[in-house]
């Protein structure tokens, strides 16, 4: 018998989960197909998660009619490790071929999983992966090396959909049924998951426009956020509030007790009465998400992770076309305080040609990080 193992948090389940698993189950001819949630990902923690069993609930839904549904991981509870579930799968199916099906970018990882080669004792490896897809070809190679084997690859054409951009819109109270399978969109509205309750009611203070650049930096700063070990919850909220008041004038009812700082350009201003909504009239109390709203347009001396990591989402989402908004995109991949300096630099050197004024707060700014870097790469 042909068993294909397809494991992860589904955090939640989308659209791509289901073309992966039938691609895969077409390709090699499955005669069972078993889709095992987590527990815990021990390589997702700060996730804005939904509990196990609503996962093990969104798996039998989303999945009905395409394989059987495991409690295993869920039940046994505690971080869920691969070798200990593929294990489990080889004894209680000693005879049979067993291929476990992952992602090109779970494949890329996969040295780094725990007991990596007590995995490949019990199972083959089959990789999903969008045709035209270059990477897994390099990952292949360096799994091959490492390993003596090769991965079965499945080509499929997949959209561009991801649980981190579903978890976002859902957690901003925005509709995913796009993105979902049937059902899913609905059970994640009864059951209030993935939502941020300040959230949904501050998209009705922004125009369409507006709105839509929120929701690309929400969906970077949450792309991103792990790297530098901020909770997915802390970056999506600083980014969904931190043009909250870019629309609203500062006669605005809802401003009414606000005090306008001395000497800030009218484009500036938004920053620091964005952080006011989100104390006062949204709840927010975490100090570095109103600092990274204070300060997401002008930066400021020793900013924050949170902080760096909003003005660079802000200023390079990728709805952002100006000229050399690439290059900065891919120093922000290997370097953010290089990219924080690099971007500030870039903001003061146009504002200096176009003749505008220059915020003394912006270039104290530049001049903080630039000392820091440089301090930072003598060492």
Same mark, same amino acid.
């Given at each position: 018998?042909k068993?294909?193992?397809?494991? @992860? ?5 989308h ?7 039938? +691609? ?12 095992? =949630?987590?527990?815990?990902? =021990? ?6 998660? #939904? #509990? ?8 039998r ?6 394989? %059987? ?7 046994? @509870? ?8 593929? %294990?489990?799968?080889?004894?209680? /199916?000693p005879?049979?071929?067993? /291929? ?8 890329? /990882?996969?040295p780094?999983?725990?007991? =990596?080669?007590r ?19 390099? #990952? *292949?190679?360096?799994? *091959? ?5 090769? +991965?079965?690859v499945?080509?499929?054409? @997949? ?34 998951? /993935? ?26 700063? #949450? ?6 070990? $901020? =909770? ?9 509030? !931190? ?23 009218e ?7 964005? &952080? ?7 709840? $927010? ?10 300060? !997401?347009?002008?930066?400021r ?17 990728e @709805? ?23 971007s ?10 176009e003749?505008?004024? $220059?915020?003394?707060?912006? *270039?104290?700014a530049?001049?903080?990080?630039? *000392?820091?870097? &440089?301090h930072k790469?003598?060492?």
């Amino acid at each position: 018998m042909k068993i294909i193992l397809f494991g @992860g948090a589904f955090n939640p389940v989308h659209n791509e989960h289901v073309a992966m698993l039938k +691609a895969a189950k077409e390709r090699l001819g499955a005669d069972k197909v078993i889709i095992m =949630p987590t527990a815990v990902s =021990p390589h997702k923690s700060g996730f804005i998660t #939904a #509990a196990p069993s609503a996962r093990l609930e969104m798996c039998r839904i989303a999945f009905d009619g395409l394989g %059987e549904v495991s409690d295993f991981e869920v039940s046994k @509870g505690g971080a869920s490790y691969s070798y200990v579930t593929c %294990e489990y799968l080889r004894h209680k /199916y000693p005879d049979d071929e067993i /291929y476990f099906l992952m992602g090109a970018d779970m494949f890329a /990882y996969f040295p780094m999983w725990v007991y =990596p080669e007590r995995i490949l004792k019990c199972v083959k490896l089959a990789v999903c992966a969008r045709e035209g897809s270059a990477d897994v070809n390099l #990952a *292949q190679r360096d799994f *091959q090396n490492d390993y003596g084997e090769t +991965a079965t690859v499945i080509g499929y054409k @997949g959209a561009d959909i991801s649980s981190t951009r579903v978890r976002v819109r859902a957690a901003m109270g925005l509709d995913i049924s796009e993105y979902v399978p049937a059902g899913i969109a609905e059970y994640i509205k009864a059951q209030g998951l /993935y939502l941020i309750p300040s959230l949904p009611r501050a998209q009705k203070l922004m125009n369409e426009k507006r709105a839509a650049h929120v929701l690309r930096v929400a969906y970077m700063a #949450a792309e991103n956020c792990r790297r530098f070990k $901020i =909770p997915e919850k802390t970056a999506v909220t600083a980014a969904a509030l !931190h043009d909250v008041a870019k629309n609203l004038k500062l006669s605005d009812k809802l401003l009414k007790d606000f005090v306008p700082p001395e000497g800030v350009p009218e484009s500036v201003m938004h920053q620091f009465s964005g &952080a006011y909504l989100a104390e006062h009239e949204f709840g $927010i109390a975490d100090e570095d998400i109103l600092n990274a709203i204070r300060y !997401h347009t002008s930066g400021r001396p020793d900013m924050s992770d949170l902080e760096k990591l909003l003005f660079l989402c802000d200023m390079l989402e990728e @709805g952002r076309d100006f000229e050399g908004v690439d290059k900065l995109r891919k120093l922000f991949a290997k370097d953010m305080d290089a990219c924080l300096e690099e971007s500030l630099k870039m903001e003061l050197d146009y504002l200096r040609a176009e003749g505008k004024y $220059i915020y003394p707060l912006t *270039q104290a700014a530049y001049d903080y990080i630039k *000392q820091y870097n &440089a301090h930072k790469n003598r060492i």
